[in-house]
């Protein structure tokens, strides 16, 4: 059964960090790229980060280039985004999602307030 878990939201004040982890099982890990994407209250979801399935790239949105940090760890089937200078407009619901299975976590919420 495949299956990505998300882990590590949580409520923090503008300007602290947060580390996002997503756990996969039931397929290779190491052969998917992953993305993290995030959907605001009444907005589209949108591409956060990519990663290639050697960490060897990634890419970002410009909204979050030089804040968040794209990794991975194929010896533990786990993606990473670690979310720094975190701002207001980064609160929602964040989902981890491989385009090689076309296959969703259930995401976790990050808000960000003070």
């Known amino acids: 059964q495949v299956q990505l878990v998300e882990s590590g939201g949580g409520l923090v004040q503008p300007g602290g960090s947060l580390r996002l982890s997503c756990a996969a099982s039931g397929f290779t890990f190491s052969r998917s790229p992953m993305d993290w994407y995030r959907q605001a209250l009444g907005k589209e979801r949108e591409l956060v980060a990519s990663?290639?399935?050697?960490?060897?790239?990634?890419n970002y949105a410009e909204s979050v280039k030089g804040r968040f940090t794209i990794s991975r760890d194929n010896t533990k089937n786990t993606v990473y985004l670690q979310m720094n200078s975190l701002k207001l407009d980064d609160t929602a619901v964040y989902f981890c999602?491989?385009?090689?299975?076309?296959?969703w976590g259930q995401g976790t919420q990050v808000t960000v307030s003070s």
């Open positions: 999602y491989s385009p090689w299975l076309s296959t």
């Open positions: 990663i290639t399935t050697t960490g060897s790239n990634t």
